[in-house]
């Protein structure tokens, strides 16, 4: 089973696969270096980046991600704000102070390869480091960043980090499938959100989990204040301008005028704004939670804080068992399916995002155990075949919208799920067997290639250039969101 913990890191943008999986994975690599060698003997280091990765590594950061694991930044504590300034002795000097202690010389056109056309077959998303030193020995490892921010090995000897549940046999309540998971619901007398605290519960207490849980949300929160203030234009080329700070000025003029109030929808309106403030931070390399991706981390914050604003019974231990249930959601899709865009399509992504905020929400409206996987449900089915054409190899065009438009999904679905007693001709299970087989037959230029749809048919190489991927931190202030 996975924790909340894997399902929720805190980390950078803008991707989860692209970025916080390459950082992870040098920091694993620099691990393992050091079992086998002192890194005082090192001389040099190449890294090899595979298939997606290097289709639209550039767009995604993943090079300088990787240069900053080397360097022993992480990707939950790393401060977004001075990226640049860590990265300018490597970039500019090819100098590299290997895990902060050890300088050696790393040259960027030589040291980092990509290798677009040669995908490694356990994972699109593959990449290695190898290691030289004085006396031309050398050491090698080859990681995969399998959506997320998760890395394994191909025998899957390596984990990101020791938070994972890793047994069934630790936890009071084991399951694989939305059906199991209803089933302890129903034997126990248990919501979903109680399954999940059990199990977390199993290898850490309550407190601990409830602690993490409440900076999740604080992190969350944070990220849409910061891209309600967010100012310019989005990194790498594309000249994306931010509108997340207009419109946030907009509705709050919207909030005078008695016409404008009186409009019944216009907490969809909010609902958008959220998800495009998150978004628009995660495009510009800032500090995101991922939901279960960076390209989806929107979703979730969005329809919290359409929970925080819009319910009158608002409250911490709501956001808690929000989480909770949406974590369990997005288990049951990584154990059986995947939330990588690039094996199954942005559907892995935005759709597991919707899926487990609808679930999430059904909690918050008291529905059953079953209604919440109806829901749930519902969002996976109406994603089924989302492509993930990212233009420039950005994650800007379409995902920025694309998250504002899943948000408001995964509440319709929980408001239609409501209306139902939780049967369904197509069960969560069903829909999320029918995403796994979607994604093995899109063809892989649907599959965070930027080699078709949108990346092709909308795309001006004119616009971008190939350095696409420098993050360039746009100054924020603090605001906050009001209705």
Known sequence: MISLFDMFKIGIGPSSSHTMGPMVAAGLFLDEVRQHHHLQHIKRIQVDLYGSLASTGKGHATDTACILGLLGFKAHS???????????????????????????????????????????????????FTTSDNQGNEFSQTYYSIGGGFVTTEDASAEADDVAITSDSHVPYPFKNGNELLALCEAHQMSISDIMLANEMSIRDKDTIYNYLDEVWEVMQQCVKNGCKGKGVLPGGLKVKRRAKDIYQQLLDELESPQKVTDKLMAMDWVDLYALAVNEENANGGRVVTAPTNGAAGIIPAVLHYYRDFFPNYSLQGVREFLLTAAAIGTIIKQNASISGAEVGCQGEVGSACSMAAAGLAHL???SPSQCTNAAEIGIEHNLGLTCDPIGGLVQIPCIERNAMGAVKAINAARLASRGDGEHHVSLDKAIATMKATGADMMDKYKETAMGGLAVHAYNPQQAGTDASRIEVVEVGVGYPQC
């Open 78 to 128: 790393i401060d977004t704000n001075h990226v640049d300034d860590y990265l300018a002795p490597v970039l500019n000097d090819q100098q590299l102070l290997l895990n902060n202690e050890h300088l050696i010389r790393f040259e960027y056109d030589q040291d980092i390869v990509w290798h677009p056309q040669n995908s490694l077959p356990f994972h699109p998303n593959g990449l290695s």
């Open 365 to 367: 409206l008291g529905l």
